[in-house]
């Protein structure tokens, strides 16, 4: 099963009211297990405008990013957190 399949079958029989960032987020952790760093991006990237603070989100952008941004992102975590 492909993955946007998959996403169009959960979202229709898990009823959820809208696609918000924790279903994004969850959603670009799936592409970057299966190795789509471009969908991973822009699923965390989506997941980030919709929620700014979202550090799962975040993570998972910084793994598919450039080394020299994923650092640039860690830090941003990082000093959100303190």
Do not use: G
Not at 3 to 22: G, H, M, R, S, V
């Amino acid at each position: 099963m492909h993955i946007a399949t998959f996403e169009q079958w959960a979202y229709k029989y898990l009823q959820f009211p809208e696609k918000d960032t924790l279903w994004q987020t969850q959603m670009a952790i799936i592409y970057e297990m299966s190795d789509n760093k471009r969908e991973a991006l822009e699923r965390s990237e989506l997941a980030l405008k919709l929620d700014p603070l979202n550090r799962r989100a975040s993570v998972c952008r910084a793994r598919v990013a450039p080394p020299h941004d994923a650092i640039d992102i860690l830090q941003a975590v990082i000093i959100r957190q303190t």
